[in-house]
């Protein structure tokens, strides 16, 4: 590191007194330098000094900062400077960006002193799905690992709540799905007891969970990222509850097509009630006292606020709340206002322990509710969404390519926010509160199970937008994956550059990743194939459902697509039928284009997205591909981070190419279905089986890659699989997929109209 700013440097400290990421930092960065591993304290003058403001025993930081929020370096003659910033959670990051990613200009400021300030106050994982939740079991995780690199990434908290185990201990009855949506986002009752719910589950599991809720929080602890829960509550009690207090019971949650049984919450307003929710509350914050956050999502999985309009049964709860005969706004108004004393509760109880903590409300369920809680933030209690424009589920946004693709707000393809945004913003401040803003940063509800495909430009348009607009806080939905088993993956590193140097160009941010990785020589070819990806990734139809978390839902690189489903035998389709979230009644079973009660699309759209994904994404796909396999073979030497996005380039074909063909499916067979003319439905059958052609060739290429490329390029368990998660014995069930579609291919296009009526 002879041309570094820090060549004249010879000794890294940190100071005893500070908190415990100085020392992480201060090792990171002399590990990073050459340098001996730093000893606290001391006091060479000549040292360069690692911390944060207020904390150590040295004097840190700018002489006046020109904000609250800042990180400070400077180096001088013989070395001797400091690497400051004024919170914990803004150092690792910056200590790393400093010794490997600065800007010339940057460089330059460093004899002065460089003051750079964060984008964003808080920037945090949001349902960190590797971590936590449901890909927690993905073969290859190190947690560690994922931890650190959050930290190095710039964000600011850690998700810390995940099960131990690999599926959830919850109750349910035989054949239904619905105990395996406890799995992800877990709430009090798998952490801690309360006096009402002793006994309820085995204490062991309970301990485990919170033990390991307690390993993530330190491990985040060391890197300076402050720790937080992300959870669905008020979540269902176990039935033996009810049984001992039927008084007690709450809204019925559970989904009437998915569950089995009924699934109820506590009556939340009973003191009873409250008096459970402060003590799990209490006991939580005693096993991790500097829990920064509660992160609430309801009215789905089975929680949900009593009397709320969007629960899954309509309206409905005990008795304490609403007499007969309300209107309708006078029960939308009660049941808000109830839903904000539950926040309160919550928030306060913990800021016995942290009087910072913040309590955060997913805001899309609450369309009649809305403007109540709107009226009810503050004081510790705001709302988090993709859009501040949300009012229900109804997202102000388009696809940037397909216009007529609406409600993309919080994916990849939202990428720029919405002038009307800065208004909403100030108007929900003057009532007292700081909104929460998602952005996608991954795979993670647009492109699963992939891993590691990169999207940096679609990704640094959105951050810079988040930034334009004002926005403070905001939250990477799905987090960043299976980060160990992807190295090379460009999103992080734009994340952490948008984080701390914000109106740095991306193109220089990219540049200097190549480098690094793949060596001088190469990093102009591989910004430019990362270009190509993110082009394709924009071109990319959502397909509703299967475009977020439907593809693994519904096993979609397993299924046979051939014009009946139901053609193949029970028994011949169990391998992927056990696996899917789906009980016996539901549509999906038989069409591809619905679920439970809802058409995903049909016929029409099927055919539109199909065409796009023939015209558009697939040609734009294969030619990079093309593109990336003539430059490595004209190596002498196969260049790693090359293969690497080799080959997650190529499962993105395969997943996009069954993306297209389970488009093409729904307008192949429902256009059989709904037509009478014989020609037109002889041009449907020619259709379908020229999509079972492309379907039978991509699931060998798939099978190929799976075997034979030593890239992770997908979410695989090494548990097991579960409807979130495929296996380890993909390559078999791929091979079982092309025994089934040769042999049933032919069968006569079928949808059974009257699967909703039956019993098993």
């Known amino acids: 590191m002879s041309d570094s700013p820090f060549s004249s440097v010879s000794t890294v400290t940190y100071s005893s007194a500070d908190h415990e990421v100085a020392a992480t930092a201060a090792t990171a960065l002399a590990a990073r330098l050459g340098l001996p591993t730093p000893q606290p304290d001391d006091e060479n003058e000549h040292a360069l000094r690692v911390g944060v403001a207020g904390r150590s025993h040295w004097q840190l930081g700018p002489a006046n900062p020109s904000d609250t929020a800042w990180m400070w370096a400077r180096v001088g003659e013989g070395g001797r400077g400091q690497v400051a910033a004024s919170d914990a959670c803004y150092l690792y990051a910056f200590v790393h960006y400093v010794a490997d990613s600065l800007s010339d200009q940057e460089k330059s400021s460093l004899r002065d002193g460089l003051q750079l300030s964060p984008a964003f106050v808080q920037n945090r994982p949001l349902f960190d799905s590797v971590l936590n939740h449901i890909n927690r079991s993905a073969r290859g995780f190190d947690a560690e690992t994922h931890i650190e690199l959050v930290a190095r990434s710039g964000f600011t908290h850690l998700e810390v709540n995940g099960l131990a185990s690999h599926t959830p201990h919850e109750a349910g009855r035989a054949g239904e799905y619905y105990p395996q949506f406890y799995t992800y986002c877990p709430g009090f009752n798998h952490f801690t007891f309360s006096k009402l719910t002793e006994g309820l589950y085995e204490i062991d599991y309970v301990e485990a969970n919170m033990n390991r809720m307690k390993r993530h929080a330190a491990i985040g602890r060391k890197y300076g990222l402050k720790p937080g829960m992300l959870s669905f509550e008020p979540r269902s009690m176990p039935e033996a509850l009810f049984e001992r207090y039927p008084t007690l019971r709450g809204a019925r949650v559970d989904h009437p097509f998915r569950s089995w049984m009924p699934r109820y919450v506590l009556a939340q307003d009973h003191p009873v009630a409250r008096e459970h929710y402060r003590e799990m509350v209490r006991n939580i914050m005693a096993a991790v006292p500097d829990l920064s956050y509660l992160s609430i999502w309801t009215n789905d999985s089975g929680a949900g606020f009593e009397h709320t309009s969007s629960l899954y049964v309509g309206r ?51 369309k009649e509710e809305h403007d109540t809680i709107i009226a009810g933030m503050g004081d510790g209690l705001t709302v988090e969404a993709p859009s501040l424009l949300v009012r229900g589920y109804e997202l102000p946004y388009q696809h940037p390519r397909y216009p007529e693709q609406t409600s993309v707000a919080g994916s990849i393809y939202h990428t720029e926010m919405n002038d009307s945004e800065r208004e909403q913003l100030a108007k929900w401040r003057d009532l007292g509160f700081e909104p929460k803003l998602n952005y996608s940063v991954g795979p993670s509800f647009n492109i699963e199970p992939m891993i590691g495909i990169p999207f940096p430009r679609l990704l640094h348009k959105k951050l810079k937008s988040l930034r334009d607009m004002g926005a403070t806080a905001v939250g990477a939905f799905g987090g960043l994956t299976n980060t160990p088993v992807a190295p090379y993956w460009p999103n992080s590193e734009v994340v952490r550059a948008a984080q701390l140097s914000p109106d740095r160009p991306v193109d220089e941010v990219l540049r200097s990743a190549a480098a690094r990785w793949a060596g001088e020589e190469h990093a102009d070819k591989l910004v430019e194939f ?48 056990d696996f899917m979230v789906t009980v016996c009644n539901n549509p999906m079973n038989v069409d591809l284009g619905r679920d439970v009660l809802f058409e995903l699309f049909g016929q029409k759209e099927g055919q539109q997205m199909a065409d796009r994904f023939d015209s558009e994404t697939l040609p734009r796909l294969r030619s990079t591909i093309e593109a990336q396999r ?49 020609a037109d439905r002889d041009r449907h059958l020619a259709y379908l089986q020229e999509m079972i052609d492309l379907d039978l060739e991509n699931t060998r290429n798939l099978l190929d890659l799976w075997e034979n490329a030593e890239t992770e390029f997908m979410m695989v368990s090494s548990q097991g699989q579960t409807a979130y998660i495929y296996g380890e014995h993909l390559g078999d069930d791929l091979r079982k997929k092309i025994e089934l579609t040769e042999k049933y291919r032919n069968v006569e296009p079928f949808i059974d109209p009257d699967i909703m009526w039956r019993l098993d």
Do not use: Q
């Open 316 to 366: 409905n709860g005990g008795p304490y709340m609403i007499r007969e005969w309300r209107s309708h706004e006078a029960i939308a108004r009660a049941a808000g206002e109830s839903a904000v004393r539950w926040l309160r509760l919550i928030r306060d109880t913990a800021a016995e322990v942290n009087p910072d903590f913040e309590v955060v409300l997913r805001i899309e369920p609450f």
């Open 630 to 678: 003539a430059y490595l073979e004209a190596l002498e030497e196969p260049n790693p981070v090359l293969v690497d996005l080799y080959d997650r380039s190529r499962a993105l074909l395969c997943w996009a190419t069954t993306m297209r063909n389970i488009t093409a499916w729904v307008a192949g067979v429902h256009g059989y279905l709904e037509s009478d003319d014989a």
């Open 530 to 577: 990362w270009g190509h990806v993110d082009e394709v990734v924009s071109y990319i139809p959502l397909v509703p459902l299967y475009g977020g978390f439907g593809f693994p839902w519904y096993r979609a690189w397993i299924r046979p697509l051939v014009p009946n489903l139901e053609a193949v035998p029970k028994a011949e389709r169990g391998y992927y039928l």
